[in-house]
């Protein structure tokens, strides 16, 4: 099936690790896990997947690890890593993905001061979703100057945003939910003309 776009694994609890016939799906350029919970880590050859441009991990509790050849998939916009619950590391090739857009990171045990400094090179990276993770925002956000939307859910370790927010000079807008700690403290930092800041 050379000519597969779309593929999603959903619900398969027996499925320990990817088939390696889906190495040889050089058109594909959508991939979604969701409830795999029996998978651990994920093969070398994901890398080799030139054409995947969208990538969810969702729901997989005993991955551990993402390969480093993660970093290979060079046409990759969209990348959601959500709900796995043994994955405490993420790899610094993560930084490597420059056509990466948009990036949702939620419910991982890393949390936000586990995410690799390498991401700061993410030059291209426009939409940011932080959901139920612990910590505080990692300052080299503050480096991402294509960003123009930032979502934080969640997050009750955020107790204020950092004054570096102010550098996103791209930045149109900014989504507040159910940060308790955070709202009560967000009226310190004030939106500049033509941005949208939603609490």
């Known amino acids: 099936m050379t000519a597969l776009e ?5 619900n398969c609890d027996g499925l320990t690790q990817l088939p390696e016939s889906i190495r040889s799906l050089t058109s594909l350029q959508i991939l979604s896990l969701k409830d795999c919970s029996a998978i651990e880590i994920l ?9 995947l441009q969208d990538m969810t991990i969702f729901v997989c509790h005993r991955l551990s690890s993402l390969p480093e050849s993660i970093g290979r998939l060079t046409s990759l916009h969209v990348l959601r ?8 590391q993420l790899p610094e090739c993560l930084g490597e993905l420059h056509s990466l857009r948009r990036l949702v990171i939620s419910g ?8 690799p400094q390498s991401m700061r090179h993410l030059t291209s990276l426009q939409q940011i979703k ?6 505080n925002l990692p300052g080299w956000i503050q480096d991402l100057t294509a960003l123009q939307q930032l979502v934080i859910l969640k997050c ?15 930045l149109q807008k900014l ?4 940060c ?8 310190r930092v004030l939106p500049s003309k033509g941005r949208e800041v939603s609490i």
């Open 6 to 10: 779309s593929l999603m694994i959903k």
């Open 43 to 51: 093969p070398k050859w994901l890398g080799e997947l030139q054409s």
């Open 81 to 88: 890593i959500e709900w796995c619950d043994e994955l405490f």
């Open 108 to 115: 991982l045990p890393v949390g936000l001061f586990g995410l």
């Open 130 to 135: 932080i959901c139920n993770c612990p910590g």
């Open 156 to 170: 009750p370790g955020i107790r204020s945003l950092p004054d570096w927010i102010r550098r996103l000079t791209a």
């Open 175 to 178: 989504d507040i939910v159910s």
């Open 180 to 187: 308790p700690n955070l709202e009560r403290r967000c009226e």
